[in-house]
């Protein structure tokens, strides 16, 4: 197991949000997830999606990724281990609202991007040419609006 994943796994074990999202009585939350933003594990995952997306886009802007060495450096591991912690939070919410026995797609898309996650970033360090890092960088800053999106957004219902 990488350092990086320990300590995403270890922080995940010891943040208070993961615990008081897992006590909250299904009985109690609305079958379309109304409120769900206003959770602490919720609001965590809204603020470090919105937090990495800018840093994804500052390095957009400035061309930073494009510098040599720049994935082996401290600031890309830092923001790798985060993007994985993160990853790591939406698997949580996937399997809180499961328990809850939740009706929507909120569930299916929190664990489709806690898969998706990891798929980015090896994309990201596998990028061998300028377009292909932009390309993967616009993809991670993509899923971080969608993290967003999906839990603040209110929910919608389509007529069949």
């Known amino acids: ?17 993961v615990a008081l999202a897992a006590s909250v009585d299904p009985a109690t939350v609305p079958a379309d997830l ?3 933003a206003s959770e602490p594990l919720f609001i965590d995952i809204v603020s470090r999606s919105g937090r990495l ?6 390095w957009a802007a400035t061309g930073a990724i494009h510098t040599p ?11 790798r281990t985060e993007a994985t912690a993160l990853g ?5 919410g996937h399997l809180i ?4 026995e939740s009706e929507g797609d909120m569930t299916c898309i929190l664990r489709g991007l806690s898969e998706d996650l990891p798929v980015r970033l090896a994309d990201m360090e596998a990028a061998d040419t ?7 960088l616009a993809e991670l800053v ?6 967003i999106a999906v839990i603040t957004s209110p929910a919608q219902t389509f007529p069949e």
């Open 1 to 17: 197991m990488s350092c990086g994943l320990a300590l995403a796994t270890a922080l995940l074990l010891t943040n208070p949000d």
């Open 34 to 36: 109304t409120g769900l």
């Open 53 to 58: 997306k800018s840093v994804a886009e500052g």
């Open 69 to 79: 060495g720049f994935l082996g450096g401290s600031e890309w591991l830092n923001f």
């Open 88 to 92: 790591e939070l939406n698997m949580q």
């Open 97 to 100: 609202l499961k328990s809850r």
């Open 130 to 136: 300028a377009g292909a890092r932009d390309l993967a």
């Open 142 to 147: 993509h899923l971080f609006d969608d993290n």
